[in-house]
C-alpha cells in the first residue's frame, strides 16, 4: 500500500504558513494547514463548527471513495448545494486528486441543472436535498454517474452522506492539483462551461501567495475571518469567500440565505475580518434603518471585496463613508481575471475598476481596431497561456469570444490618461441583476413558445437595487389584444420553465421588433429606450 502523503516533508524548518503555501502545488493546503493547527475552527454554519483537522479528514474520506469508484485525474465531479460544509468538503477532495468539480446553481430549475451536469460529464454527483427533484432528473438523463451522494437528507437511489464516514481519513498517497468548470450562460440559451486544462501547480501557488497578501490575512494568529454571504457556487464567493481564505489557514462563517441585518449580526458576533459582497447587497444594507446599523459593530473589519455587478458611484460611497476605507473592488468573471482596485486609488479616480497590467487589456472598436485616446470600445482581457479557457464542447461561441489571446464577455469601457479603466456600458445581450448574468435570448426562445406571442425580445432596464431586472419586449400575433391579463399569463409560462432570476418582471406589447437586415433583434436599440441619456453603468 502506498504511503499516505505527508503534508510536512521537506519543508526545512520554513514558517508555520509558509508549509501551507509550499504544498499549494499539490492541492494539498488544508492538509498542511490541519496538521500544523488541527484545532483551528476552519468552518462555522449556523450552530455547527468543524476545525482544520476535521475538514481534512472530510475531503480525504470524499476523495478515497472517489478513487474507489475507478474516478481519477480528468474527471468531473458535480456538485449541487446550498451553502453549507459538505460543499466546503467536496471541493477540498476534487482539489486533491486532480478532478474537474463543477459547482451547480441550486436555485435553476431542474432541467437546467440537470443539463450542467450531463453536459459537464459528471461521473460523481453530490447533491443537496433540498432539491432533490434536480438531481433525480439529472441520474435519470447522466448515464455516466457512477456515484451519488445525497445531502442533508435522503434521495431516491442516491447513497447518504454519513457513508463516507466508511471510508479511509488518512491522506492520500499521490496528490494531483484538481481545476474546476463553472458554467456561464450562452447567449444561445443553454449554460457554457468555462473549461480550463489542469492549472500548473507553481503558476497556482504564485497566485494563491498573491491573493493571500492583497487580502492582508494575519494566517498566524487565527483570529482573522471570512464571511461568506453568497452562494459558493458563483465565482466570487467560491474563490474568494472560500478557496482563499482556507487555504490561507482563515477560517470562514457560511451563510445559508443572506439577509442584510443577519450579515452585520455574524460580522459582530464572529469578528469578521473579510468579507466579499455584491453591489445589490450594498444597496440592501444601507437601507437599514439607522437604528439597526447602530446596534451592530463592525470595527473587526479590515478588507471588503465587491464584485460580479456594476456598482452605482453614490453606493459604493456610501459604503466607503459607512464601512471606512477597507473596500476593494474586483472585475473580473468566470472566463478570466481583470482587474483589482484600492479604496484608495478609487477614492482618488471615482468610478475606476482598477489599473490594468501592461498588454493585460486591449480596447477596440465594432471593426476590431484599437481605440485612441479615451474613446470607449469593447474590453478583450488576456487569456493567459497557463490558464486559457475555452467554452466547454462549443467551439463556435469560444471562437466568437477569443481573439489573438483575448476574449471579452461584452464590457464596454475606456482607459484614462493615466491608464485607469472605467467601464461606461456593456453589450446588450447581456443582463445582470443581482450580480447574475442572464443572456436573454434563453427567456425568448420561452416566450416564443406561447400561443398569443409572435416575436420577443428581453432586455434589461434599472432596477434600483438589483441595478438590472428583466424586461419582456413582446409583440402579439395578429388579433391578440395586450392585457394586463395576458402580461400575467405570460410571466406564469415563463416562470415554468426558467429559473427566478430569469423570469420577467414586465412586459411591454409592441407592434414590430427592431430587427437588422439579416434578421438579427435590435437589443440595444431596445434597451436604450429605457435608460437615461448619455447614462455611464459604473
Known sequence: MSKPFNPLQDNHGKGVFEVAKANAHVGMEIAAVAALTPDRVAITFGSEKINFKQLNQLANQIAHRLLRAGITAGDAVALLCSNRIEFVAVRFACHRIGVRLTPVNWHLAPEEAAYIIDNCDAKALFADARVKQAAIIAAQHSQQLIVKVSIGGEIDNFDQWNTLKKEDAENISQPVLGNTMLYTSGTTGK????????????????????????FQFDTESGLDQALTPGPMYHSGPFNLCMTTPLTSGIGIVLMDKWDPEETLKLIEQHKISHAFFVPTMFVRMLKLDQAIKDQYSISSLKFVIHGAAPCAMETKQAMLDWFGPIIWEMFAGTEGPGTIVSPQDWLAKPGTVGKPGPDQIRILDDDGQPVEGSTPGQLFLINPPNSQFNYYKDPTKTESAVKNGYFTAGDIGYLDEDGFLFLTGRSAEVIISGGVNIYPQEIDNILIKHD????????GVPNDEWGEEVKAVVQLKSGTIASAELTQQLIEFTAKHLAKQKIPRSIDFISELPRSEAGKVQRKKLRDSYWPTQQTII
Do not use: F, H
Not at 452 to 459: F, G, T
Open 452 to 459: 398569443a406571442v409572435a416575436d420577443a425580445a428581453c432586455i
Open 191 to 214: 449554460p457554457k462551461g468555462v473549461y480550463r486544462e489542469q492549472p500548473d501547480p507553481s503558476k497556482a501557488a504564485d497566485m494563491q501567495a498573491i491573493l493571500t497578501a492583497v
